[in-house]
């Protein structure tokens, strides 16, 4: 992120391209794919799916010491099987689209 606060790739991210697939389960919320993960160092994420008919799927993994984060969203509430989501890196990176249900 630039100092005005704009997204702007940074040098050395490695991010997804346009169509790249992601699996997530459900229940620990870890992310398997090649560019997105979520587990660092055997971190896993806690869930929060609350009433997903108006809430959204959000899976959170905190590292310690320096309490870096990585954040999974999935607007489950939207009644179409592609349903946006956005996830943040513990490096800043930034990633958002469609997630399709299966």
Request: hydrophobic residues 35%; charged residues 20%; aromatic residues 10%.
């Amino acid at each position: 992120m630039k100092k005005s606060g704009v997204l702007a790739p940074g040098p050395g991210f490695v991010t997804p391209e346009v169509g790249s697939e992601f699996t997530v389960n459900r229940q620990s919320g870890q992310i398997t794919a090649k560019k997105i993960t979520n587990t660092m160092s055997g971190v896993m994420p806690t869930v929060y799916s609350v009433n997903p008919a108006e809430n959204s799927y959000t899976a959170i993994t905190i590292y310690k010491p320096n309490f870096t984060v990585d954040l999974l969203q999935i607007s489950e509430y939207i009644k179409e099987t592609e349903k946006p989501f956005i996830y943040k890196g513990a490096f800043g990176e930034v990633v958002t689209g469609l997630y399709t249900v299966k």
